[in-house]
């Protein structure tokens, strides 16, 4: 296991797949460890706040839409 996070391999898919599940609350510790090992934190991070402002998003555009119709 490498400590520096620029050496991590993970693909982008990977880390929108484990942010999304972890926005849904269900993660194996096995893929939460293999994602520890693997994926960069700050892409993790990055993912997360995109993830938070599309699901922000969507809500303001039901809520709109609910409102208006």
Do not use: C
């Amino acid at each position: 296991m490498t400590s520096d996070p620029g050496h991590r391999k993970g693909s982008l898919w990977r880390t929108v797949k484990a942010v999304s599940w972890s926005f849904v609350g269900l993660r194996s510790r096995g893929d939460y460890e293999k994602d520890i090992e693997q994926l960069n934190p700050l892409h993790i991070v990055m993912i997360g706040f995109v993830g938070v402002l599309v699901f922000v998003g969507g809500l303001m555009l039901l809520a709109t839409w609910v409102v208006s119709g």
